[in-house]
T-cell receptor, first 108, second 113 residues
Framework: RKEVEQDPGPFNVPEGATVAFNCTYS??????FFWYRQDCRKEPKLLMS???SGNEDGRFTAQLNRASQYISLLIRDSKLSDSATYLC?????????FGAGTTVTVRA | DGGITQSPKYLFRKEGQNVTLSCEQN?????MYWYRQDPGQGLRLIYY???????QKGDIAEGYSVSREKKESFPLTVTSAQKNPTAFYLC????????????FGPGTRLLVL
């Protein structure tokens, strides 16, 4: 079983729409959780950390459900510039484990 | 500006050849990492180093080697023993104490001729 699993998508949404997707992780002892954004053929960049109580950063909302071992990301009022692959990342003892990514395409 | 640089951007390897990918950072981070990314897969950890002169194997170290002689530098050698080296290679660094937030270099694409 993969350590982090994501729906690869793609999610194709119009501008202004809301899009949400999840990832699941296998290690119940995981300590920290993140969403990274990766543009085509570029390096990943931290989008936001995910806290137990849930957190927002502008149009982005992240939720963590430790009991069910899943993390979610919701993007409100989608912009063309939100088109990217979103990587779910989970921290273990000494390393980060990366999901394969969920691709989001926002169309005009 | 502080950051991580990787070179070259594209690298071509012939059969049986060793090649070395460069990674340099001026963020004063102790920890550095090498990942490999293949299409449709998540990043996989090759090697990591938490301090100068020390490094550890990651999940897919076979066919690769590293050195950490300076804090700023963590070069990766892809040896001829790596039979499927074509991939996007990413170097990252993080603050001391753990792999929390990692900062990535722009990556090197390795192709086999």
């Amino acid at each position: 079983r993969k350590e982090v699993e994501q729906d690869p998508g793609p999610f194709n949404v119009p501008e202004g729409a809301t899009v949400a997707f999840n990832c699941t992780y296998s290690n119940s002892a995981s300590q920290s959780f993140f969403w990274y954004r990766q543009d085509c053929r570029k390096e990943p960049k931290l989008l936001m950390s995910v806290y137990s109580s849930g957190n927002e950063d502008g149009r982005f909302t992240a939720q963590l459900n430790r009991a069910s071992q899943y993390i979610s990301l919701l993007i409100r009022d989608s912009k063309l510039s939100d088109s990217a692959t979103y990587l779910c990342v989970v921290r273990g003892d000494y390393k980060l484990s990366f999901g394969a990514g969920t691709t989001v395409t926002v169309r005009a | 500006d502080g950051g991580i640089t990787q070179s070259p951007k594209y690298l071509f390897r012939k059969e049986g050849q060793n090649v070395t990918l460069s990674c340099e950072q001026n963020l004063n981070h102790d920890a550095m990492y090498w990942y490999r990314q293949d299409p449709g897969q998540g990043l996989r950890l090759i090697y990591y180093s938490q301090i100068v002169n020390d490094f550890q194997k990651g999940d897919i170290a076979e066919g690769y080697s590293v050195s950490r002689e300076k804090k700023e530098s963590f070069p990766l050698t892809v040896t001829s023993a790596q039979k499927n080296p074509t991939a996007f290679y990413l170097c990252a660094s993080s603050i001391p104490g753990g792999p929390e937030t990692q900062y990535f270099g722009p990556g090197t694409r390795l192709l086999v001729l």
